[in-house]
């Protein structure tokens, strides 16, 4: 069955301080994992796609990167108007519409 | 502006009583899908559309039902809600996939529905 898994749930950092979200997958054939920011309130908005264990990419303080059974998501020296939960997602290989996603990283940063 | 909205963005309701959430994008996106997100489940997918007439159900499509008449319209009904499904619902489209690649979905920005 697939499956996505982030951790930790929440994370309280303060400003500056760098740190690493984790997306864990179980997926049939990869076609896509996502990475979404959502603010309370709010629907989520798309930061990354990645396609192939080895990708990298780079957004601001942001940084996404993919292996063949995680994603980190990478916020160097962080501001408080990163404080969001970030989203991971899955599609597989053999569906042309399901998108599986995990329950979130609530992250806070104290200024 | 490219966008995907939803009306109403709050609703009350009392159980059995029929509601439509509507979900419009103005992108020409084909694939067009609603999620419900509850504290500590995520996102979850309810129905999808990959076009025009051509829906299937997703993880949770018990008590929902959706229709897809034109390309950027894509109701939700709840024929006789109950508060279970208490909940922020999400519309979302995207375009498709390119050479292989899933395009970017777009999200709404949610309908909070409670029901008594």
């Known amino acids: 069955e697939d499956q996505v898994t982030q951790s930790p749930e929440a994370l309280r950092l303060q400003e500056g301080e760098s740190s690493s979200l984790n997306c864990s997958y179980t997926v049939s054939g990869l076609r896509g994992l996502f990475w979404y920011r959502q603010d309370p309130g709010k629907g989520p908005e798309f930061l990354f796609t990645l396609y192939s264990a080895g990708e990298e990419k780079e957004k601001e303080r942001l940084k996404a990167t993919l292996t063949k059974k995680e994603s980190f998501l990478h916020i160097t020296a962080p501001k408080p108007e990163d404080s969001a939960t970030y989203l991971c997602?899955?599609?597989?290989?053999?569906?042309?519409?399901?998108?599986?996603f995990g329950s979130g990283t609530r992250l806070s940063i104290r200024p | 502006e490219a966008q995907v909205t939803q009306n109403p963005r709050y609703l009350i309701t009392v159980t059995g009583k029929k509601l439509t959430v509507t979900c419009s994008q103005n992108?020409?996106?084909?694939?067009m899908s609603w999620y419900r997100q509850d504290p500590g489940l995520g996102l979850r997918q309810i129905y999808y559309?990959?076009?025009?007439?051509?829906?299937d159900k997703g993880d949770v499509p018990e008590g929902y039902k959706v229709s897809r008449k034109e390309k950027r319209n894509f109701p939700l009904i709840l024929e006789s809600p109950s508060p279970n499904q208490t909940s922020l619902y999400f519309c979302?489209?995207?375009?498709?996939?390119?050479?292989?690649?899933?395009?970017?979905?777009?999200f709404g920005p949610g309908t909070r529905l409670t029901v008594l």
């Open positions: 979302a489209s995207r375009a498709g996939t390119s050479g292989g690649n899933t395009d970017t979905q777009y």
């Open positions: 559309s990959m076009n025009v007439e051509v829906t």
């Open positions: 997602a899955v599609q597989a290989r053999s569906s042309a519409s399901k998108i599986i």
């Open positions: 992108m020409n996106h084909e694939y």
